[in-house]
């Protein structure tokens, strides 16, 4: 069974930047698709951002298209967000989750594990 935890969520001014890393334990994720979700409050959880077993496939939400970047390092069974021009939209609970297949996927519904979530708080 895999678990995930994600770390890096803090409050930051507006244009700032944060990277989130996501560290799995207790199995390789080398050969799982991995993605960000993110959820504000009063508000469905939403795609953010996806990247492929080997990495060589990323997906991104229109709405952060140019401003994030994911990536990951399997040998260390991580996965990191970098978030740049960081907006008040931007303010959620960023969740990481391991997909079911290799290939990189933007549906909620093709991730089975997920971890807890970290806060990111975007101030204007």
């Known amino acids: 069974q895999v678990q995930l935890v994600e770390s890096g969520g803090e409050l930051v001014q507006a244009g700032g930047s944060l990277r989130l890393s996501c560290v799995a334990s207790?199995?390789?994720?080398?050969?799982?698709?991995m993605g960000w979700f993110r959820q504000a409050p009063g508000k469905e959880r939403e795609f953010v951002a996806t990247?492929?077993?080997?990495?060589?496939?990323?997906l991104y939400a229109d709405s952060v298209k140019g401003r994030f970047t994911i990536s990951r390092d399997n040998a260390k069974n991580t996965m990191y967000l970098q978030m740049n021009s960081l907006k008040p939209e931007d303010t959620a609970v960023y969740y990481c989750?391991?997909?079911?297949?290799?290939?990189?996927?933007?549906?909620?519904?093709?991730?089975?594990?997920w971890g807890q979530g970290t806060q990111v708080t975007v101030s204007s």
């Open positions: 989750a391991r997909g079911v297949a290799l290939v990189a996927d933007n549906r909620a519904i093709n991730y089975n594990r």
């Open positions: 207790g199995r390789r994720v080398s050969t799982y698709a």
């Open positions: 990247i492929s077993g080997s990495g060589g496939m990323t």
